[in-house]
């Protein structure tokens, strides 16, 4: 087509070149003798060729046998930038070449054209977080189309790093993928039913240990739903929360994506309906990267007031590498009234207990293994943590919950603080397990986090009351005197090892937690 000048808007450059010049070139070099003899068979190749011309190169202009217009030399630029692009976005274009319907100049364009395109589309795919744009066109088909995304070529340039305009559209693409997903979990969830737990904390259970006793009812469901699956109001005085961070482990319960400030907002608003109490604390546990949000969506509801927490993990050891060790994780404190002010009811401290924004319990080496095997929840954290916050924010009593159960410790605590717990766990295995931990378990769990200085100290006390035993009975000699000094030293023992014991106290504040964790063997790795 370009040789036969039949390219839309191809130009012709001037020539005058004789289409007989590769016959005189041929004839030169014969002899004088030998031109007059060929003159007549040149003739009628030259008329030849000139018919050969005017039927294969119409647009050739024609005079005296020369070829006065020739084609102009094409341009290799275009086809270059076709050698970049997939054949399903060039071929198109040069069968409007071939239809005489665009020129070499608009094809040009139009491969720039798609060239912008196919940059954007990588853009967006990388922005919303997909491998390519063709699984972005299945997770996005809205944000996709190929006409909304051509109105940002015009930021292309060469070397930006980022087209501003582009960056807002991934931002709302993201957003309308939340909030997709949080509407099919919402529908999904509407016709939600309380999983039936193995008995018996399908309902308000009886929990014992030692000396206390208290009531649990674990509930299987979302926390934004507590509203539908609590439908009787509770004197709920104390709410704690373990929010997801935004980080999971293989095999666990998902916690992929950090809760978003509406979801935040919703929970604190089903607390709000179910609670009956005229003031309640909530203790919200979040990473710096949540920080905000959580204490934006606290500023809310809490409307006396919100205080931060630290908890600081002394015994999590230094994994290497130019970097400090992350052993720190933050509790916001959130107050809540009738009246819109806080009140000294909102606090159980003593008069002399210190009120530090900060605690230090180790984090939790032996986490609690499940006999069907596994650990229960990776997530798992500390008793004194959560012993710290029953007894601290909450008056004997009243009804705590706990959300975003996982391995349950907190329903420990409340069980010690002789509180009744209403558990909620959205994942069904968590759930289950939960039951069987709070029938088995609390022993060893107190076991495991008490320092094995305070288990010493708790051994020889006891061994120096049975000692004084044998010394009295040894005296006497009555066995009706020596059975009631036996009574006396059970229940010796039994004040020793009971819940109202509690570890000597160090400086970090009134949690009650010994010296030793700051010092202790244990070393919990970084998360």
Known sequence: ?????????????????????????????????????????????????EQEMTLLHPRVQMQSSKVLMVA??????????????????????????????????EM???????????????????GVGCADFKEAEKQYPLHTKKDMLEKFVDGVRRGQKSIPALDGHVKRALDWKSKERRLQAKEALHAFRSAPLTEPFVDWTEVKHENDATEVKIINGDMRLLSKLQTEKLSISLA????????????????????????VLEVLQNLK??????LWTVAGFCSVDTLPSIRSAFREVCNAGQELSTWCKPNVTNPGGPRLVSATEFCVLGYYSQTGQREMAHYNFDPTDPRHNFQLFNAVTQKYQHPGGGVLCPYQKPYNLYSWLVNKFSPTGPCILDGFSGSRTGAIACVK??????VLEINTKCAKRIATRLLTDIDDTLARETPKRILKQKASQNSSLAKSAENELGVDGDTDTA??????????????????????????????EPVEHVSGPSAEPVE
Not at 417 to 422: E, I, V, Y
Request: contains cysteine; hydrophobic residues 40%; charged residues 25%.
């Open 1 to 49: 087509m370009w040789q036969k000048g039949e390219v839309k808007g191809q130009k012709l450059k001037p020539a005058a070149k004789s289409i007989l010049k590769s016959d005189q070139d041929l004839e030169s070099s014969e002899s004088e003798g030998g031109k007059k003899s060929q003159r007549g068979k040149r003739l009628q190749r030259a008329a030849a060729k």
């Open 72 to 105: 102009d030399d094409m341009p290799e630029q275009h086809w270059m930038a076709m050698g970049s692009m997939a054949p399903e976005h060039a071929v198109p274009i040069l069968l409007e070449v071939i239809a005489k319907q665009i020129s070499l100049k």
């Open 108 to 126: 040009e364009k139009k491969f720039q054209l798609v060239k912008q395109v196919a940059y954007v589309c990588k853009a967006f795919a990388v």
């Open 240 to 263: 704690i929360f373990d929010f997801p961070y935004g980080f999971a482990h293989e095999g666990h319960a998902p916690d992929r994506e950090p809760f978003p400030e509406s979801d």
């Open 273 to 278: 309906d179910v609670s009956s109490a005229p």
């Open 417 to 422: 603080a002789n509180s009744n717990c209403l």
């Open 483 to 512: 059975a009631g000094v036996m009574q006396t030293v059970g229940e010796a023992a039994l004040a020793v090892d009971g819940p109202s014991t509690e570890p000597v106290e160090h400086a970090s504040g009134p949690s009650a």
